[in-house]
């Protein structure tokens, strides 16, 4: 089983900027394509960032591109969503996800492990 903590969430002004990481434990060997998701209130889960086993591929939804970098430390087991230039309608609860399928994995059902989230709030 793998086990996924996200942290760094908080609230920010518009414009400001937030690092999350999402630290991986346990049977971490079957990681993979690794991803973020958000999901605001009433919403559905949308993927915003994905990114293949050793980094070299990464995909953005067109609504961050610009602003946020994905990247992952695989000595260190934390995948990491960098967020610049936030807007309000950014907030959302983020949600790290893992897949037992190499690449870049872009489906929200080959995902094969979920975190808690953490909650992002930018207040305009």
């Known amino acids: 089983q793998v086990r996924l903590v996200e942290s760094g969430g908080g609230l920010v002004q518009a414009g400001g900027s937030l690092r999350l990481s999402c630290a991986a434990s346990?049977?971490?060997?079957?990681?993979?394509?690794m991803g973020w998701y958000r999901q605001a209130p009433g919403k559905e889960r949308e993927l915003v960032a994905a990114?293949?086993?050793?980094?070299?591929?990464?995909y953005y939804a067109d609504s961050v591109k610009g602003r946020f970098t994905i990247s992952r430390d695989n000595a260190k087991n934390t995948l990491y969503l960098r967020m610049n230039s936030l807007k309000p309608e950014d907030t959302a609860m983020y949600y790290c996800?893992?897949?037992?399928?190499?690449?870049?994995?872009?489906?929200?059902?080959?995902?094969?492990?979920w975190g808690q989230g953490t909650q992002v709030t930018v207040s305009s």
């Open positions: 996800a893992a897949s037992n399928l190499p690449g870049r994995v872009t489906t929200k059902n080959q995902y094969d492990y």
């Open positions: 346990g049977s971490i060997f079957s990681i993979h394509g």
């Open positions: 990114i293949s086993t050793g980094g070299g591929s990464t």
